[in-house]
Nanobody
């Protein structure tokens, strides 16, 4: 059973940065897609970014972002650490949410595995 563990959330001032991590202990994420989603209080969960393992490496070319985070957030992967990161810059109060990472298995079309979430709060 694939387990995902997020970390890196916290409180940051507007304009600040955070880096979230999503680790999969004991599992090699070959050909998985890893996505980041977020859910603000009282709102539906929304897509943030996704990256797919391709050709033996996390491919920066096969990544997608929600319009609201383009040019501010960057998703990347570390093959050695089997970890996916979400670098978040120029944070805004509206980025406040619980952030979840999720895994889509090879050949799958849905994100079947989810982490427990990490809180990100952007406030002065």
């Amino acid at each position: 059973q694939l387990q995902l563990v997020e970390s890196g959330g916290g409180l940051v001032q507007p304009g600040g940065s955070l880096r979230l991590s999503c680790a999969a202990p004991g599992v090699i994420l070959d050909n998985y897609a890893i996505g980041w989603f977020r859910q603000a209080a009282g709102k539906d969960r929304e897509f943030v970014a996704t990256i797919r393992w391709s050709g033996g490496r996390w491919s920066g070319d096969i990544s997608y972002y929600a319009d609201s985070v383009k040019s501010r957030f960057t998703i990347s992967g570390d093959k050695v650490k089997n970890t996916v990161y979400l670098q978040m810059n120029s944070l805004k109060p509206e980025d406040t949410a619980v952030y979840y990472c999720a895994a889509q298995p090879p050949g799958g079309v849905t994100y079947d595995y989810w982490g427990q979430g990490t809180q990100v709060t952007v406030s002065s």
